[in-house]
């Protein structure tokens, strides 16, 4: 095969990196990392793996048109997880954040990013804000959703932390 032939080499590939989108209860600065453990308050959107710069813009594209806040009623507590071992406050349907979900799913999706826990996304989203000890949302409550972000799941490799990369919303200012 001669010169002309030959295959175009390609850029490098990005590694893949842990992330999820979320809607933050909790004030949440963009690049103060947090422990695993100790997680502020929050509605999951999508967790997904996907190399950094895909992720940042295909939730970028996502969140790009969501300028309005979203409002969620909080309903009864449940328990998720391995064993039932995480309790959570869920949150009453809503569609606007549903909406969301599908739009954050859908470019994730585009970029070749691989979700967990696909039997959670999708008609499987059950949207929810985990109990943190004493820090917690109550049954009737309304809580006002417009401080989102993209955070790093294992910053540099260190999987004990979560890193907040980038915000949209009320976080972002």
Same mark, same amino acid.
């Given at each position: 095969?001669?010169?002309?032939?030959?295959?175009?080499?390609?850029?490098?590939?990005?590694?893949?990196?842990?992330?999820?989108?979320?809607?933050?209860?909790?004030?949440?600065?963009?690049?103060?990392?947090?422990?695993k453990r100790r997680w502020p308050l929050h509605v999951t959107l999508l967790r997904f793996d996907a190399p950094r710069g895909r992720a940042m813009a295909a939730v970028g594209r996502a969140l790009a048109s969501h300028h309005d806040p979203i409002t969620v009623?909080?309903?009864? @507590?449940?328990?998720?997880?391995?064993?039932?071992? *995480? &309790?959570?406050? +869920? =949150?009453?349907?809503?569609? #606007?954040?549903?909406?969301?979900?599908?739009?954050?799913?859908?470019?994730?999706?585009?970029?070749?990013?691989?979700?967990?826990?696909?039997?959670?996304?999708?008609?499987?989203?059950?949207?929810?804000?985990?109990?943190?000890?004493?820090?917690?949302?109550?049954?009737?409550?309304?809580?006002?959703?417009?401080?989102?972000?993209?955070? @790093?799941?294992?910053?540099?490799?260190?999987?004990? *932390? &979560?890193?907040? +990369? =980038?915000?949209?919303?009320? #976080?972002?200012?």
């Amino acid at each position: 095969m001669d010169a002309d032939e030959a295959p175009e080499e390609s850029a490098p590939s990005e590694p893949m990196g842990a992330f999820v989108v979320v809607a933050f209860v909790e004030p949440t600065p963009v690049g103060v990392p947090f422990s695993k453990r100790r997680w502020p308050l929050h509605v999951t959107l999508l967790r997904f793996d996907a190399p950094r710069g895909r992720a940042m813009a295909a939730v970028g594209r996502a969140l790009a048109s969501h300028h309005d806040p979203i409002t969620v009623r909080i309903a009864d @507590d449940a328990n998720f997880g391995f064993h039932g071992r *995480v &309790r959570v406050s +869920l =949150v009453h349907h809503e569609p #606007g954040l549903h909406a969301l979900h599908e739009r954050v799913l859908s470019e994730v999706a585009a970029v070749g990013g691989r979700v967990h826990s696909p039997q959670h996304t999708g008609r499987g989203f059950r949207p929810h804000i985990t109990v943190q000890g004493e820090r917690r949302v109550h049954e009737g409550e309304r809580v006002v959703l417009d401080d989102f972000a993209l955070i @790093d799941m294992a910053p540099d490799g260190d999987t004990s *932390v &979560r890193l907040p +990369l =980038v915000a949209w919303g009320r #976080g972002a200012r």
